[in-house]
């Protein structure tokens, strides 16, 4: 069992602001039941233009209850200039702190308020937006949120990342970007690249190519995925097209688009050969 | 507060009965047994009837019988032991849904260049005996399978299993660490070569567990440093915790079959009741084949770390698959190994009773769960109420 605080297993038991706001001002969602927890924010603002109901749906642990409950009674009375300034870390010190590996609860409840704010100001839908350059696949997350995080709770290294936002936490292939964008922030300067590996520059008969293409899915690509609930199947391999399927978690998940693209192209590109593209197969 | 234990796949409570003949193992009787004199020689006497309790519980001869720490290392020297004393190299063959005493050394085969092939299972958590006859033909094997699966409870047909594999020359361990103490086992019938079993599991205490070594089978040692456990395994024995486990496996020998319908009709109860009470739930694994106590069940739309939580207010103890149980960011191997939905995945929650277990216990969940899981859906954002 986790050292949950007090305050954490009142909020857990008795969350406050339950529900969803018919026409909110503001909407916010954030997570996916793939992922495990999910968050949906929902504010009303008074005449002032102050905060004066909010509520919230959370499908997660009892950490991610209580950090919901939890933002619902901080922003309540706040102007959204105000609410905006709440950070993670005020989250968790609201309930007196929640662990480490937990941590990724308070920032999904700060991402919900950030989201729901945008949706107020410009109207936008489309829910959370993978802006920037996406850094952890397995879980897309962004250059910019990782940034965030780091930033917000002075953070130094990767696992810490890991228990803030989730990146890093699957197949593990990000944490070197993690890694330089720490250094970046705490202003020790990128890090020195490690030299990779001599590609294999030989041409491959189809069959060749076939079985190192299924060895670079074995080793390079499934062990993310299958940490996300989900699998890779190599349907056909014609010249440089690979055909491949998702299955599992995968095929549903909302990140599974980058996944797809960047992760199988990038590693087979990287492992097998420089022109492969990497195709969806029909179901 | 009510307590009531239904985690008992996890580990057991210790009987009354094996701790009162441990005890003088760790007062008057704490001689070593493989001294000389008679400190050493009235203990080795307990050790060699422990042994043969052990024995007799799953139908073995006595040296067959291999004392050990833990039900992994027991599963540890049976993969590494025999795929190091094997005259030829060997494919190691297993499941997707092991333990990882078994998916770890079998990493560490990968790692040191063997052929390591994990069987899938379907949905019920079954294997497909064709695949495994396909990769039998691809030589010789060590296969090791679990007799049954500790999160779901899902039994395979070792008898089967093993017939298949010693038909191609190969040779068979089983983890049987989650089925002895619930199921009869009885290698007399089943021709398994190696099995594992743990004493913490079947209400004997932490520390001490079993290896069996069918006469013949070739085992390189784990553990080096003394000639104990017919050179098998080096080491002082845990003397207490070897008279426990030989206690231990007595008295469930006594009862085996009577607790297994006593239990199961408990455990059928409880599924019942919650599939009746609460709406949008699915049971994991292969109903017709499985372990009598354990009930792995999914409620769909909520988060099994916070039903554990709200359960644990209540005085009950059970367990989860769910990621955020363990600290770690993605649900049981097994359960995703058996394509369970993410929209369940997350949500499961396993149930394991014992021969401590009552109707009041299994009356007193009924009563307390549906609640639990209203509460959750009426916060989560997917949950219909
Ligand atoms: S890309 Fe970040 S963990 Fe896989």
């Not at chain 1, 990146?167 to 070197?176: E, N, Q, S």
């Not at chain 2, 079993?197 to 932490?206: F, T």
């Not at chain 2, 049981?332 to 394509?339: C, D, N, P």
Request: proline content about 5%; some cysteine.
């Amino acid at each position: 069992m986790w050292e949950y605080t007090d305050k954490v297993l009142d909020h857990f038991r008795n969350p406050r602001n339950v529900g969803v706001i018919d026409n909110p001002d503001g909407s916010g969602e954030v997570g996916s039941m793939a992922c495990g927890d999910a968050l949906k924010l929902t504010f009303k603002l008074d005449a002032n233009k102050r905060i004066a109901e909010a509520k919230f749906q959370t499908f997660g642990c009892a950490s991610a209850i209580a950090s919901s409950s939890a933002l619902t009674e901080m922003i309540k009375g706040k102007t959204l200039e105000e609410a905006e300034k709440i950070t993670n870390q005020d989250i968790a010190d609201y309930l007196g702190g929640l662990p480490e590996q937990k941590m990724h609860c308070s920032v999904m409840g700060r991402e919900a308020l950030e989201l729901a704010i945008h949706n107020y100001r410009t109207g936008d839908t489309s829910g959370k937006i993978l802006e920037g350059r996406v850094i952890c696949h397995c879980f897309g997350v962004t250059e910019e949120e990782i940034t965030r995080v780091v930033r917000d709770n002075h953070l130094t290294g990767v696992e810490q990342v890991t228990n803030y936002c989730k990146a890093g936490g699957a197949c593990g292939k990000c944490r070197d970007d993690i890694a330089a964008i720490i250094a970046k922030i705490n202003g020790l300067g990128p890090k020195n690249e490690q030299p990779r590996p001599p590609r294999p520059g030989r041409a491959l008969t189809t069959l060749q190519k076939i079985k190192l293409i299924e060895e670079t899915l074995e080793k390079e690509v499934r062990p993310a995925l299958r940490k996300d609930g989900g699998d890779i199947e190599l349907i056909d391999v014609a010249g440089n097209d690979v055909f491949v399927a998702l299955r599992g978690m995968c095929a549903n998940c909302q990140v599974a688009r980058f996944t797809l693209k960047d992760v199988v192209e990038a590693r087979l590109k990287e492992f097998v050969s420089p022109d492969i593209v990497v195709k969806e197969a029909p179901p | 507060m009510k307590q009531i234990y239904l985690d008992n796949n996890a580990t057991t409570a210790v009987a009354p009965e094996v701790l009162e003949a441990m005890t003088p193992f760790l007062k008057e009787l704490w001689g070593n047994p493989s001294s000389m004199h008679v400190f050493g020689g009235q203990v080795r006497r307990h050790v060699e009837r422990a042994r043969r309790q052990v024995a007799d519980f799953i139908g073995a001869d006595q040296p067959e019988i291999v004392f050990t720490s833990c039900g992994t290392e027991s599963n540890n020297m049976a993969i590494l032991g025999t795929m190091e004393a094997a005259a030829e190299r060997m494919n190691f063959i297993t499941t997707r849904v092991e333990h990882p005493a078994v998916l770890e050394p079998a990493r560490k085969l990968k790692g040191l260049g063997f052929n390591v092939i994990e069987l899938d299972v379907d949905s019920y958590g079954q294997i497909d005996l064709g695949q495994l006859k396909r990769y039998l033909g691809q030589g010789p094997a060590l296969v090791s399978i679990m007799w049954a699966n500790n999160e779901t409870g899902v039994i395979f047909p070792i008898r089967e299993i093993a017939e298949m594999v010693k038909g191609a020359g190969g040779i068979m361990h089983t983890d049987a660490v989650q089925a002895a103490g619930k199921i009869p086992i009885d290698l007399r019938g089943t021709k398994a070569d190696l099995l594992s079993l743990s004493g913490h599991k079947l209400h004997a205490p932490k520390g001490v567990a079993a290896l069996y070594i069918r006469r013949g089978t070739r085992v390189a040692p784990l553990i080096h440093g003394g000639h104990q456990e017919f050179g098998k395994r080096g080491g002082t024995e845990n003397v207490p915790g070897i008279v426990a486990l030989g206690k231990a496996c007595e008295l469930s020998a006594d009862s085996i079959s009577e607790e297994a319908a006593r239990v199961a009709a408990l455990r059928d109860r409880l599924q019942e009741g919650i599939l009746k009470m609460c709406p949008d739930t699915r049971v994991n694994g292969d109903q017709t084949r499985r372990l009598p106590n354990t009930l792995n069940i999914s409620f769909l739309y909520v988060e099994g770390e916070s039903i554990l939580y709200h359960l644990s207010d209540l005085g009950v103890a059970a367990s989860s698959g769910s990621a955020c149980t363990s600290g770690s960011l993605e649900p049981s191997h097994v359960i995703r190994a058996m394509g369970v939905p993410f929209i369940a995945a997350h949500g499961s929650i396993r149930f394991s009773l014992s021969r401590y277990n009552t109707g009041d216990d299994v009356d007193y969940v009924l009563e307390h769960l549906p609640p639990i899981i209203r509460k959750l859906r009426s916060i989560s954002p997917f949950g219909r109420m």
